[in-house]
């Protein structure tokens, strides 16, 4: 029985974090266009016909429907229902890592959610709305009242310095090189830091400088980008947020531990 109820609580979270995501994908396509994500029925992209709400169903309707436009029968694009699964994904990891703090698991997933909405704008568009740094703020707050309240978590003295030692010096560099790094990334530091503190945002921007540097590389030998071409940063510093979350901690102690070798 116990094992049944269990079951049903990670489906269930699983079908949560799709809707969720689903919502996000929303957010996603709209806001570049100055669409309004919360009125309005969703639409083919391609006849523009008003989906109805069994064509909206997360994940089931891109299969049920063979991933194509039940009314033009267009090919549907599949990163939305990739979102989408990956948002189930999510939602279980978190609520299994903070089994036992399910506030902390709500707001980490919250962020998450955050990171993945820039994580995608940046992409199509290669700019970083500024609403999504001021739900990461929004979201810090919410953070520090709570842990002020229960007496763990981050300090505000790490959050504000979270704040400007990433940032800042990003800033300086951005001041100094034109086009070395975007307004929209020096703000998602700031909130960024703000967040998770200045020991996580430190190895979120050392991830990001990893991963991305890697890129570059990539995208320059294959010949896809030139010396002087910008491709979006945001979803590497996304990247190293998220997985600062889970493992920042324990990377930033095992290079502390590495260098008092």
């Not at 890592?97 to 919250?110: C, G």
Request: hydrophobic share 55%; aromatic share 12%; with cysteine.
């Amino acid at each position: 029985m116990e094992r049944t109820m269990t079951i049903i609580i990670w489906v269930l979270l699983f079908i949560l974090g799709s809707c969720i995501y689903s919502f996000l994908n929303v957010i996603i396509y709209r806001t570049p266009r100055k669409m309004d994500f919360i009125k309005g029925r969703s639409i083919c992209p391609v006849c523009n016909h008003t989906l109805q709400a069994w064509d909206l169903v997360p994940v089931l309707s891109y299969l049920a429907l063979g991933g194509r436009c039940r009314y033009c029968k267009e090919k549907i694009g599949v990163r939305d229902t990739l979102l989408e699964i990956s948002g189930g994904v999510i939602a279980i990891i978190c609520a299994w890592y903070w089994w036992d703090t399910p506030v902390e698991a709500v707001l980490a997933f919250a962020f998450i959610c955050v990171l993945t909405v820039v994580t995608w704008t940046d992409i199509d568009t290669m700019e970083i709305p500024n609403g999504c740094h001021i739900v990461i703020a929004v979201l810090a707050v919410i953070s520090f009242v709570i842990n002020t309240y229960t007496g763990t978590g981050i300090t505000l003295v790490s959050r504000l310095i979270g704040l400007v030692c990433i940032s800042v010096p990003m800033l300086i560099i951005a001041l100094a090189i034109p086009g070395a790094f975007g307004g929209g990334d020096i703000k998602l530091m700031m909130a960024g830091g703000l967040f998770l503190g200045w020991k996580l945002i430190v190895v979120s921007m050392v991830i990001a400088l990893l991963t991305g540097g890697l890129w570059g590389i990539i995208l320059l030998i294959t010949r896809k980008k030139g010396r002087k071409e910008h491709f979006a940063f945001g979803p590497f510093l996304c990247m190293g947020m998220a997985l600062a979350i889970f493992f920042g901690e324990t990377l930033a102690g095992w290079y502390i531990g590495y260098l008092q070798l």
